[in-house]
């Protein structure tokens, strides 16, 4: 299982820190999703640290012993959204966190 | 740019078979290194992946649900499709298509997604 905080709150342009906690986690890929209200999620962060293509620079990540974070700098209003990180697992294969809800107050 | 889109129905009675279809655009369904996913969200909650198929064939299924779950694929009709039999309320949720890269892990294109209810 991979567990997240349930919500962040973050102002306009300051920097949100999102946590996901797993068992060796450091030893696996991890991505993560975004997902807006009644939209379907869309990746982010892939292998860790690599943003696909069209993804804004203030999206990044790491990844390291039992915790992956993904960062989000200068965040932006569009940024609120619930977030979802995601790994291989050898027993229950492809597994996702519980979901944070990003707030930018 | 490779687009999915779930088909089926929306309102499946208990202890019968859910059955979607997911058609994809843009890419060929036999593209080699891509593996076609099934994933669900119960409503409010988060997502659990369900399975995925190659276009060879080759099948892998979440264990929670390997016992109710079937993937099949129609490589002629570039579509892919999900039979999960004797449902319960508790597989209401909102079933996503998605591409799978093998080698990375992810989950790089989606479908809108489509909501099952099971109720009678």
């Known amino acids: 299982e991979l567990t997240q905080p349930p919500s962040v709150s973050v102002s306009p342009g300051q920097t949100a820190s999102i946590t996901c906690s797993g068992e060796?986690?450091?030893?696996?890929?991890v991505c993560w999703y975004q997902q807006k209200p009644g939209q379907s999620p869309v990746l982010v962060i892939y292998?860790?640290?690599r943003r696909p293509s069209g993804i804004p620079e203030r999206f990044s990540g790491s990844n390291s012993g039992n915790t992956a974070t993904l960062t989000i700098s200068g965040t932006q209003a569009t940024d609120e959204a619930d977030y979802y990180c995601q790994a291989w697992d050898s027993t229950t294969a492809y597994v996702f966190g519980t979901g944070t809800k990003v707030t930018v107050l | 740019q490779v687009q999915l889109q779930e088909s089926g129905p929306g309102l499946v009675k208990p202890s019968q078979t859910l059955s979607l279809t997911c058609t994809v655009s843009?890419?060929?369904?036999?593209?080699?290194?891509?593996?076609w996913s099934w994933i669900r969200q119960h409503p409010g909650k988060g997502l659990e992946w369900i399975g995925y198929i190659y276009h060879s064939g080759t099948t892998y299924y979440n264990p929670s649900l390997k016992s109710r779950v079937s993937i099949s694929i129609d490589t002629s009709k570039n579509q892919f499709s999900l039979k999960l039999s004797s449902v319960t309320a508790a597989d209401t949720a909102v079933y996503y298509c998605?591409?799978?890269?093998?080698?990375?892990?992810?989950?790089?294109?989606w479908g809108q997604g489509t909501l099952v209810t099971v109720s009678s």
């Open positions: 292998e860790d640290t």
């Open positions: 060796k986690l450091g030893d696996k890929y």
């Open positions: 998605a591409r799978l890269v093998y080698g990375d892990y992810m989950f790089d294109y």
């Open positions: 843009g890419g060929s369904i036999s593209s080699r290194g891509y593996y």
